[in-house]
């Protein structure tokens, strides 16, 4: 059984960071992209980052270029995302996702797995 389990969120305050990481047991993912969504209270889920196979391709959305990081190993089935200068408008629950491509999973489209989500807290 495949699953994606997100480490624990938390409470940061605007300007910190935060690293997530997000573990994939049950198969190997070294064959397909990463990436996280987040939802933020009363909107719909949107795209965050991906990253490739191979780790050299990565796309992020606008509101988190220049701040956010993917990264992943797949030694060890992980992919990680690094927030800096967090803001408030950050917060959200953060999920994380296996799919076919980066370019899909920009997109939301062939997402193969999603993990439960952990919630990121941002105070001003």
């Known amino acids: 059984q495949v699953q994606l389990e997100e480490s624990a969120g938390g409470l940061v305050q605007a300007g910190g960071s935060l690293r997530l990481s997000c573990a994939a047991s049950g198969r190997t993912f070294s064959n397909r992209a990463m990436g996280w969504f987040r939802q933020a209270p009363g909107k719909e889920r949107e795209f965050v980052a991906a990253?490739?196979?191979?780790?050299?391709?990565?796309l992020y959305a606008d509101s988190v270029k220049g701040r956010f990081t993917i990264s992943r190993d797949n030694v060890k089935n992980t992919v990680y995302l690094q927030m800096n200068s967090l803001k408030p408008e950050d917060t959200a629950v953060y999920y994380c996702?296996?799919?076919?491509?980066?370019?899909?999973?920009?997109?939301?489209?062939?997402?193969?797995?999603w993990g439960k989500g952990t919630l990121v807290t941002v105070s001003s």
């Open positions: 990253i490739s196979w191979s780790g050299a391709s990565q």
């Open positions: 996702a296996v799919g076919s491509s980066t370019l899909n999973m920009r997109t939301g489209a062939a997402i193969d797995y």
